[in-house]
C-alpha cells in the first residue's frame, strides 16, 4: 500500500480504507473494532495491523537554516530600502534574519543536520538585525529598533561599523527621552569610530556631529534631577521582555478553583455534567474567568506574522536556534517555547504543520510535547485510580479533575484528559478514523526527543508505551472537538469599528473554560489576552444561576433549525435555551419597541418607558462613541453602555435589537483590550500596523 504525499493524513486513510475494500474486510474489521471497549484497546488493534506499517518520512522534515538564502534576502531587503518601501524591506530582512546560521540553543541535545565548526560565522544575522533596525528608526519603532541593534551586538557585528550601531542607538534613546543611556551610547559610538573605515573628511564631519550630540545630551543629563536618575530603571524604554500586555487580574481568586473569582462554583448535574454558577448577583461586565491554557498552538497560516509563544502581532521577530519556520518576539518567548514544546517539535514541524490532520489534532499534538511522557502516565494512572473510587471516599463524576488537595487546577493535565470526548455517540467510522490519526501521529512523534525525554530509547520504543500515549492521543482526538477554543485576534480599520475582522490564530485547551456550557443567548463573553482567555458578563446574573458561553451558533445570527442541527452534530446535545424554547427571531426581525416587563403595573410601565426614554439618550451617545471607532472615548462610553444592560435586565421585555447592540458595543470596548490592532491605508494603499 502506498501513499502519493507522505505528509498527507487524508491520502494515508484513503489508501487504507481502499486496501480493506479490495480484501473484503471492512465489515469484518468493523465488527471487531465496535466491540473494543477503550481507547486503548482500540490503538492497540490500529497497532497490532500495523497500518502505518508502511509510512515512512526522512529523519528531518523542517525548514532548516540557509546561509546562501539569507544574504539573497537580505540584498533584496537593501534594494527596497534605497527605494524607501520600508515594510517589504522589515520583511525581506525578516526571512533573511530566520534563514541565517544561528548558534545552538542552550542545553541542546538535538541531532543538529548542520555542521557546527569552531569558526563558524554569524555574520548574516548581525547584519539582518543591524540593517532591520535601520528601517525601525525610520519608521519611529525605536524601542524595537534598540533590541535589533542589542542582538546584532551579541553574534559579532563587524567592528569597523560598530559606531553607526551606537550612534543609531543613541538616537532612538534620545527620541524616547532617555537622555542618560543615549548620552552613554553617543559616547561609545565616538570610541568606535577608531575602527571605521571612513575617509578622513567623511570621519572628521562624523566625530563634529557626534560632540554636538554629546554637548546636548550632557545638557540634558546635568539638568535632570536625583529622582529621575534613580528611577531611571523603572522608567526607561521597554526593550527586552515579550511584547504582550499582561492580562488583567481578578480581584479575589477562588481558593478551589484558582482561575475563577470567588463567587463562582462548580456543580455536577447527570444530564449535564460538570458546569459553573454564581453564588451572589452580579452585574454585567464583571469578570469571572482569567485562564492561561493548559496547551496552545498557534495555527501554521500565522507563523510569519504572529509569535509561536504570546500569539503577538510582530513586526521585528526573532528566528528559532534551529529552523527557518517560526518566530518570536523576544528572547525570553522563544527560550519558553524550547523549554516547554518546540525542542521536541523543531526538526519535525513541516511533517506536524503539513500532514492535513486539523488543528485539533495539532493541539493534541502540542499537549503531549509540553507535557512529556513520564507526567502524561502519572496523570493517567492517576486518574483511572480516582475513577474507581467510591463516592463514599471522595470519587464520583462531581470530583473528576480535582487534585489531591481538592483543587481544579487549569495548569494540572488532569483537566484536559477528563472532558468529555461523547466516544459513546460516536459511529464505528468516526472512531476507526480517529484512531488511524492517532496512530499517524504516534509515528511522527516516535521521530521526535519525546519518548528519549521519557526515559525509552527512541529507536525502540516499548508496544506498552505506545500503547499508552496513542491511547492519549485518541482521547484528545476526540475531546479536543468537543473542548477547544479558539484564541483569537480583532483588525479594526482606522475609523470603522463596524467593518472589524476578527480571526482565528490559534487554537488552546482550557480546563476550567470548557466545563462552561452553551447558550444561544450566552451571558459571558471570552476576549483573549494572549493566549489568555478573559470570560465577562454581558448580561445581569443573580445568585444561582449558570455560567453560558456561546458555541458559535447565536440566536440573533443563525435561525433555530440550523443552530440545533449544528450543535447536535458536534457537541451531541440539543439545545434547551430560552431562545431555543421559545423560537426567537434573528436580529433582522427583533422588536425594536421597548415593552417593559410581563407583569408590570400600569403606573410602573408608564415610568419604566419615560425611564427608557431619557436612558437611550445617553446610551445612542456611547454607541456612537464606540461606532465611529474613538477609542479615546471607550473608557468614558463602557460604564453608560453597561449601566443601559443593566436598566434593560431589570425593566424590558427580550428580545429586543436595542439589548443586541448595547451587548455588541460592550463586547467592542472589551475587545480592543485584548489581542487587536489597528490598522490604517497609506497613500500606496498599503496596510500598516498602528502601534
Known amino acids: 500500500m502506498g501513499t502519493q504525499n507522505p505528509y498527507d493524513f487524508e491520502t494515508f486513510y484513503h489508501a487504507v480504507c481502499a486496501d480493506l475494500q479490495t480484501k473484503g474486510e471492512v465489515h469484518s474489521m468493523s465488527k471487531q473494532f465496535s466491540l473494543l471497549g477503550d481507547d486503548n484497546e482500540r490503538i492497540k488493534f490500529v497497532l497490532e495491523k500495523n497500518f502505518a506499517g508502511s509510512v515512512h518520512w526522512k529523519d528531518f522534515n523542517f525548514s532548516p537554516k540557509d546561509r546562501s538564502e539569507s544574504q539573497k534576502l537580505r540584498n533584496l531587503g537593501n534594494q527596497v530600502y534605497q527605494k524607501n518601501r520600508l515594510s517589504e524591506a522589515l520583511e525581506y530582512y525578516s526571512q533573511s534574519i530566520c534563514l541565517a546560521p544561528h548558534p545552538l540553543p542552550p542545553n541542546t541535545y538535538l541531532n543538529h543536520p548542520q555542521d557546527q565548526e569552531d569558526t563558524f560565522s554569524y555574520e548574516e544575522l548581525a547584519l539582518g538585525y543591524a540593517n532591520r533596525s535601520a528601517v525601525l528608526f525610520q519608521m519611529k519603532e525605536y524601542e524595537l529598533c534598540i533590541r535589533d541593534i542589542t542582538r546584532a551586538f551579541n553574534y559579532s557585528y563587524p567592528n569597523n561599523l560598530m559606531y553607526k550601531l551606537f550612534e543609531r542607538k543613541a538616537r532612538c534613546q534620545r527620541a524616547l527621552k532617555d537622555y542618560a543611556r543615549a548620552l552613554e551610547s553617543m559616547k561609545e559610538a565616538e570610541m568606535w569610530m577608531k575602527y571605521s573605515t571612513l575617509s578622513e573628511t567623511k570621519t572628521a564631519g562624523f566625530k563634529k556631529d557626534i560632540s554636538k550630540q554629546i554637548e546636548f545630551l550632557a545638557e540634558k543629563v546635568n ?8 528611577n531611571m530603571d523603572n522608567f526607561g524604554p521597554h526593550v527586552s521582555g515579550c511584547l504582550a500586555k499582561p492580562p488583567p487580574k481578578l480581584t479575589e481568586n477562588h481558593s478551589n478553583v484558582p482561575c475563577a473569582r470567588a463567587d463562582v462554583k462548580i456543580r455536577y448535574h447527570p444530564d449535564k455534567g460538570r458546569y ?19 496547551s496552545s498552538i498557534l495555527l501554521p497560516e500565522f507563523y510569519t506574522t504572529h509569535c509561536q509563544t504570546c500569539y503577538q502581532r510582530v513586526s521585528a521577530p526573532m528566528p528559532c536556534w534551529c529552523c527557518s519556520k517560526v518566530r518570536f518576539c523576544s528572547d525570553e518567548c522563544r527560550l519558553d517555547a524550547w523549554e516547554s514544546f518546540h525542542k521536541i517539535e523543531c526538526q519535525q514541524l513541516d511533517l506536524i504543520s503539513g500532514a492535513n490532520l486539523g488543528k485539533n489534532a495539532m493541539l493534541a499534538f502540542r499537549i503531549l510535547t509540553s507535557s512529556g511522557k513520564i507526567y502524561l502516565e502519572y496523570v493517567v494512572n492517576k486518574v483511572k485510580e480516582e475513577l474507581e473510587k467510591p463516592e463514599n471516599e471522595g470519587g464520583g463524576p462531581e470530583k473528576l479533575g480535582f487534585n489531591e488537595e481538592g483543587v481544579y487546577d487549569a495548569a494540572d493535565y488532569r483537566t484536559i484528559y477528563t472532558l468529555v470526548g461523547n466516544t459513546k455517540q460516536r459511529g464505528v467510522g468516526d472512531l476507526f478514523k480517529r484512531g488511524l490519526m492517532a496512530a499517524f501521529m504516534l509515528k511522527i512523534l516516535e521521530l521526535t526527543p519525546f519518548f528519549f525525554n521519557g526515559g525509552s530509547d527512541p529507536r525502540n520504543v516499548k508496544v506498552q508505551d505506545k500503547i499508552l500515549v496513542g491511547g492519549i492521543l485518541l482521547t484528545h482526538l476526540q475531546n479536543l472537538p468537543c473542548n477547544a477554543h479558539e484564541i483569537a485576534e480583532i483588525e479594526i480599520p482606522s475609523g470603522s469599528v463596524k467593518d472589524s475582522v476578527q480571526s482565528e490564530i490559534g487554537a488552546a485547551a482550557y480546563g476550567t473554560l470548557s466545563l462552561i456550557n452553551h447558550s444561544c443567548d450566552p451571558n459571558v463573553v471570552r476576549h483573549y489576552h ?9 448580561r445581569s446574573l443573580q445568585a444561582g444561576d449558570e455560567i453560558l458561553d456561546n458555541y458559535g451558533y447565536h440566536y440573533a445570527v443563525m435561525a433555530r433549525e440550523e443552530r440545533q442541527r449544528k450543535l447536535y452534530n458536534q457537541y451531541y446535545f440539543n439545545c434547551n435555551c430560552i431562545p431555543c424554547n421559545n423560537s426567537w427571531a434573528t436580529y433582522t426581525s427583533l422588536s425594536q419597541a421597548a415593552v417593559p416587563l410581563a407583569g408590570t403595573q400600569p403606573e410602573q410601565a408608564k415610568q419604566i418607558i419615560s425611564e427608557h426614554h431619557k436612558a437611550t439618550k445617553q446610551y445612542k451617545k456611547a454607541f456612537d462613541y464606540v461606532l465611529s471607532g474613538k477609542f479615546s472615548m471607550f473608557s468614558e462610553a463602557l460604564p453608560i453602555l453597561l449601566e443601559h444592560l443593566t436598566f434593560l435586565d431589570k425593566n424590558i421585555t427580550r428580545p429586543i435589537r436595542e439589548y443586541n447592540d448595547c451587548q455588541e458595543a460592550v463586547k467592542q470596548c472589551y475587545s480592543v483590550e485584548g489581542n487587536s490592532y489597528r490598522t490604517k491605508v497609506n497613500s500606496k494603499k498599503e496596510k500598516e500596523m498602528i502601534v
Open 276 to 294: 459553573l454558577v454564581v453564588e451572589k448577583d452580579v452585574g454585567p461586565g464583571e469578570i469571572l474567568l482569567i485562564e492561561k491554557p493548559y
Open 223 to 230: 539638568a535632570m534631577t536625583m529622582e529621575e536618575i534613580e
Open 530 to 538: 494572549s493566549s489568555h482567555a478573559v470570560v465577562r458578563t454581558v
